[in-house]
């Protein structure tokens, strides 16, 4: 069974970066073919996704955020961060990691989550 756990700062300034990490257990991120990815969702409205790193390590973003964000992760202790720079109160949002499984040429749905955290952007 596979498990995530985000962990961060749960308040964060406007203008700064917003840091995540996605603790996994019970498998490597490493695996062939499951893609890790962040997912967003502001108060009141839908889920948002943002990025992803596939087992290869390479990476896609969501157009609308690519020019700030930043998906990294770190083999040896099994995890993946997210780097959201510039942050305004329009980032306030829950943070989920996830594991993607693969379609036919793009991730498809996501078989785990990790109960997310809440990050707020406020001075």
């Known amino acids: 069974q596979v498990q995530l756990q985000e962990s961060g700062p749960g308040l964060v300034k406007p203008s700064q970066t917003l840091s995540l990490t996605c603790t996994v257990s019970?498998?490597?991120?490493?695996?062939?073919?499951?893609?890790w990815s962040w997912i967003r969702q502001p108060p009141g409205k839908g889920l948002e996704w943002i990025a992803y790193i596939a087992y290869s390590g390479n990476t896609y973003y969501n157009p609308s955020l690519k020019s700030r964000a930043s998906i990294s992760r770190d083999t040896s202790n099994n995890q993946f961060s997210l780097q959201l720079s510039s942050v305004t109160p329009e980032d306030t949002a829950v943070y989920y990691c996830?594991?993607?499984?693969?379609?036919?040429?793009?991730?498809?749905?996501?078989?785990?989550w990790g109960q997310g955290t809440q990050v707020t952007v406020s001075s």
């Open positions: 996830a594991r993607f499984v693969p379609g036919t040429y793009y991730p498809s749905h996501a078989d785990y």
């Open positions: 019970g498998g490597s991120i490493t695996t062939r073919s499951y893609y």
